[in-house]
């Protein structure tokens, strides 16, 4: 099983700063194939990121995602208020895992 | 819009068994992938199942083989999970999701509580 290792555990930031969140898998992701997810308090995660830089549909150009290999990162450019909340990365290059997130709260 | 929604969730006793059901809407759900992840209170996402769009295969996380089927009605739009020998470490909600690789849609979940 590969497992992801997400740094820090916990971020804290101030609204216009930018974010970089880090996602490490215990092998290497030779497709490519991770995501990144967020996650607000009571509702379902929302794709942000696929296959390792691809933004989804509707996701504003703060959030790019970057990385190969076993090191991937995604970056908010200036947060938000509407940004603070959980960040998963996901692989799906063999079965799925999730990382155990990236809890970013206001500073 | 895309609309995915899950249903059946309830609080049943160890060893007790449950099927938990998931709509979609707005979208050809016979030609998509989906899946099944859990996320037990205050903790992370956990994937449990996927089924291919025509139903032919199907994956489960270790922690639910055996335990856990994935089942799908193209007819009906509907993917369905069948949980029986539950246990405690079960409790969580449970979300379907849209995608065979990343999951692009995830309904609201429904919430499984195994306590006795």
């Known amino acids: 099983e590969i497992v992801l290792t997400q740094s820090p555990g916990t971020l804290s930031l101030s609204p216009g700063e930018r974010a970089t969140l880090s996602c490490r898998a215990s092998?290497?992701?030779?497709?490519?194939?991770l995501a990144w997810y967020q996650q607000k308090p009571g509702q379902a995660p929302r794709l942000l990121v696929y296959?390792?830089?691809t933004r989804a549909a509707g996701i504003s150009d703060r959030f790019s995602g970057s990385g190969s290999g076993t090191d991937f990162t995604l970056t908010i450019s200036r947060l938000e208020p509407e940004d603070f909340a959980v960040y998963y990365c996901?692989?799906?290059?063999?079965?799925?895992?999730f990382g155990p997130g990236t809890k970013l709260d206001i500073k | 819009e895309v609309q995915l929604m899950e249903s059946g969730g309830t609080l049943v006793k160890p060893g007790g068994s449950l099927r938990l059901s998931c709509v979609g809407s707005?979208?050809?759900?016979?030609?998509?992938?989906m899946n099944w992840v859990r996320q037990a209170p205050g903790k992370g996402l956990e994937w449990v199942a996927s089924?291919?769009?025509?139903?032919?295969?199907?994956r489960y996380a270790d922690s639910v083989k055996g335990r856990f089927t994935i089942s799908r009605d193209n007819a009906e739009n509907s993917l369905y999970l069948q949980l029986t020998d539950l246990a405690t470490e079960d409790t969580a909600v449970y979300f379907c999701?849209?995608?065979?690789?990343?999951?692009?849609?995830w309904g609201q979940g429904t919430l499984v509580t195994v306590s006795s």
């Open positions: 999701a849209r995608g065979g690789g990343s999951y692009s849609y």
């Open positions: 707005g979208f050809s759900f016979s030609s998509s992938a």
């Open positions: 089924m291919t769009s025509s139903g032919t295969h199907e």
């Open positions: 092998q290497s992701l030779i497709t490519g194939y």
């Open positions: 296959a390792a830089s």
């Open positions: 996901q692989q799906y290059d063999t079965a799925v895992t």
